[in-house]
């Protein structure tokens, strides 16, 4: 399974957040590199972030769920 990258934070509680809301809906988001960027200081930002990640078959709908989600309320 391809994974794809939808969400880089350089905060552990950014990416969980985004991690619990897109399981909530039912994706399957995986969080990588969060345990290197809390065991060295400076490794979140020098390895590029903390990825949110799901299957490559759910990337579009994610994006769309996370975009529509950032819109303000009419």
């Excluded at 988001?29 to 078959?57: F, R």
């Amino acid at each position: 399974m391809k994974l794809v990258t939808i969400f880089q934070a350089f905060n552990p509680m950014d990416a969980q957040l985004v991690r619990a809301r897109l399981a909530a809906a039912e994706f399957h988001p995986v969080v990588s590199h969060e345990l290197s960027a809390l065991s060295t200081d400076g490794y979140a930002l020098g390895a590029g972030g903390i990825l949110v990640q799901v299957p490559a078959d759910e990337a579009d709908e994610v994006r769309a769920f996370l975009a529509a989600d950032d819109a303000p309320p009419t």
